[in-house]
């Protein structure tokens, strides 16, 4: 069965959808199978999809009952794509008064396909609202990605506090790791920010940081993710380390819960 991480950040610009598809990549090239979900209104679906059909919004049919549909990308890994139907969705759920019933919707899509993975990544949004909450719902675990500077500082703050209030609610979801990118280990500014990190969520500031790297802009305009782009480019090679501090650490969790 699969582990499912929800990848997110109320702050945009933070690399949730950079971090999403390159992890989504990283992990199937460990040969593991994996799933990503765009959650993030066409965010991860038009990275990596020419031209995503609006009349085929995978997500949105299956959180109202529909069909589970996914696309394979570049015969790797399945997206489960959205478009910007996606917020019609949100205003659906958010009309159902029960959140017992609105914030699960996405959990019990998943509990029919889990099996088929190793690896399910959600591609948050930015936003507080009935989508975010389905996701946190449905995740075993939340990464937070961060740029170095004060302001990603409280965006973790908050993303915290939501999980939180979801654990709060009877959801399972652990926050795993903190990510940092856009980093430069010779900045003064940037180990400064990774040390008050370090100091206000002990353990959780993965080692692994992604550095600033043009092929990870360049490969949105190609509709690639980084590996399939340049597979021996620094992104590609930050991303497979988070990749593999990611396994390390989920099987230490999972172990010391089964104890």
Same mark, same amino acid.
């Given at each position: 069965?699969?582990?499912?991480?929800?990848?997110?950040?109320?702050?945009?610009?933070?690399?949730?959808?950079?971090?999403?598809?390159?992890?989504?990549?990283?992990?199937?090239?460990?040969?593991?199978?994996?799933?990503?979900?765009?959650?993030?209104?066409?965010?991860?679906?038009?990275?990596?999809?020419?031209?995503?059909?609006?009349?085929?919004?995978?997500?949105?049919?299956?959180?109202?009952?529909?069909?589970?549909?996914?696309?394979?990308?570049?015969?790797?890994?399945?997206?489960?794509?959205?478009?910007?139907?996606?917020?019609?969705?949100?205003?659906?759920?958010?009309?159902?008064?029960?959140?017992?019933?609105?914030?699960?919707?996405?959990?019990?899509?998943?509990?029919?396909?889990?099996?088929?993975?190793?690896?399910?990544?959600?591609?948050?949004?930015?936003?507080?609202?009935? !989508?975010?909450?389905?996701?946190?719902?449905?995740?075993?675990?939340?990464?937070?990605?961060?740029?170095p500077d004060d302001l990603h500082?409280?965006?973790?703050?908050?993303?915290?506090?939501?999980?939180?209030?979801?654990?709060?609610?009877?959801?399972? !979801?652990?926050?795993?790791?903190?990510?940092?990118?856009?980093?430069?280990?010779?900045?003064?500014?940037?180990?400064?920010?990774?040390?008050?990190?370090?100091?206000?969520?002990?353990?959780?500031?993965?080692?692994?940081?992604?550095?600033?790297?043009?092929?990870?802009?360049?490969?949105?305009?190609?509709?690639?993710?980084?590996?399939?782009?340049?597979?021996?480019?620094?992104?590609?090679?930050?991303?497979?380390?988070?990749?593999?501090e990611l396994e390390r650490k989920?099987?230490?969790?999972?172990?010391?819960?089964?104890?």
């Open positions: 069965m699969a582990y499912t991480i929800a990848i997110a950040n109320q702050k945009g610009g933070a690399g949730k959808t950079t971090t999403a598809i390159n992890l989504a990549a990283a992990f199937a090239e460990k040969k593991k199978k994996v799933l990503l979900i765009d959650a993030d209104h066409q965010s991860a679906s038009t990275s990596l999809v020419l031209a995503p059909d609006e009349e085929n919004c995978a997500l949105s049919s299956a959180l109202v009952g529909g069909a589970i549909e996914t696309i394979k990308i570049d015969n790797k890994y399945n997206l489960m794509p959205s478009t910007l139907t996606l917020g019609q969705t949100a205003e659906a759920l958010n009309s159902i008064k029960t959140p017992a019933i609105r914030n699960k919707k996405l959990k019990t899509v998943l509990e029919t396909i889990k099996d088929k993975y190793d690896y399910i990544f959600i591609d948050c949004p930015p936003a507080y609202n009935s !989508i975010t909450f389905n996701a946190m719902w449905a995740s075993d675990f939340c990464l937070i990605p961060m740029r500082i409280a965006a973790v703050e908050d993303m915290f506090d939501i999980c939180n209030v979801v654990q709060e609610q009877g959801a399972k !979801i652990t926050p795993l790791a903190i990510l940092m990118i856009c980093f430069d280990k010779r900045g003064t500014l940037h180990r400064h920010i990774a040390d008050k990190i370090n100091e206000k969520y002990p353990n959780m500031l993965l080692y692994s940081k992604i550095r600033n790297n043009i092929n990870l802009q360049e490969m949105v305009t190609v509709h690639k993710d980084v590996f399939s782009y340049d597979k021996n480019c620094n992104g590609a090679i930050d991303y497979m380390d988070v990749a593999n989920i099987k230490a969790i999972t172990k010391k819960e089964g104890e």
